[in-house]
């Protein structure tokens, strides 16, 4: 039984109309921004996919939704230029890229974590100095080191430069950091070597931090336009947005429907690889964030 209130106490007051109207303000305000977000960063995209079928008669501004969808544009595409050519060599140039990036990130990012060695904070510094350097400042001398060494108009120079980047060691270094001491220290006791601690304790504890750099590694290399403008001049091997580019020129008029149709074939790869490994990408993403 309820115990009636003491004599000279108020009742309970409810929640005025104010109070109810700030409770649901609030979320509804914060889904209202995700829903403009989502809106702002995935319409482009949704046009862009629109366009691509649209058919050859239909305006491409006329109305949102395509009256009559096709996808004959991207079978143009692939009989415009040699499509799945230039998508094994972007694919040859990507597969090098994430190989090189998870080892030699991994191998930088715990050296810089968890090995003393003299000069360790100048070497972390220097690298993290390199980053405010933008690529353009330095791609004339990495041109030339290209050529030099023999490579211009070779896949191999494509990929050299971005055999590894030093924002994946950083990620890589802040996973390594967050895995406890006494972690280490119990393998150390159970008589595990360094490399031993390196591929049984420290990799498996950074499997998301992986999965980042493969996917931010995978990126670079499969939408990097500008490098391979600089290294490739046989169009046998153009990367695929080299192809791209190419795409206006092949027809006798400037098709938004196929240019729209190429590019969405280009998105498809990174999209497919995102999803498949969005898992460890989030769980990356925190371990980062966990100590820097």
């Known amino acids: 039984m309820s115990t009636p209130p003491s004599p000279g106490s108020e009742p ?18 914060r889904y209202a921004t ?7 960063m995935l319409g482009p995209i949704v046009w862009q996919f629109l366009t691509s079928i649209r058919g050859r008669t239909e ?22 230029f040699p499509l799945l050519q230039y ?34 904070r100048v070497v972390f510094t220097v690298l993290v100095a390199t980053l405010m350097f933008p690529f353009e400042s330095v791609m004339i001398s990495m041109f030339l080191t290209v050529r030099e060494m023999g490579l211009v108009d070779t896949l191999i120079g494509v990929w050299l430069p971005g055999a590894v980047s030093v924002l994946n060691i950083m990620i890589m270094r802040a996973a390594f950091l967050a895995v406890p001491k006494e972690v280490e220290e119990a393998a150390v006791l159970d008589g595990a070597g360094e490399w031993t601690r390196f591929t ?38 153009y990367t695929l947005q080299l192809g791209l580019k190419t795409l206006a020129g092949a027809t006798t008029v400037n098709d938004q429907r196929l240019i729209a149709a190429g590019a969405m074939a280009a998105l498809l790869p990174m999209m497919l690889l995102f999803f498949a490994l969005q898992r460890f990408f989030f769980k ?6 966990v100590k820097t």
């Open 87 to 120: 998508v094994g060599n972007t694919l040859t140039v990507a597969v090098l890229a994430i190989t090189s990036n998870m080892l030699f990130a991994a191998m930088g990012g715990y050296a810089l974590s968890r090995a003393a060695w003299k000069g360790r």
């Open 284 to 289: 990356g993403v925190g371990e980062g964030a």
């Open 200 to 237: 049984r304790v420290f990799l498996p504890a950074a499997k998301g931090a992986l999965a980042v750099v493969c996917i931010t590694s995978f990126m670079g290399a499969w939408d990097d336009f500008l490098w391979p403008l600089l290294v490739l001049t046989n169009s046998d091997h």
């Open 12 to 29: 309970p007051r409810r929640p005025g109309a104010a109070a109810r109207r700030r409770r649901w303000l609030g979320p509804a305000a």
């Open 34 to 40: 995700l829903l403009l977000m989502l809106v702002v």
């Open 59 to 80: 305006n491409v501004y006329d109305g949102v939704l395509p009256s009559q969808p096709t996808l004959d544009n991207y079978v143009r595409v692939a009989e415009s």
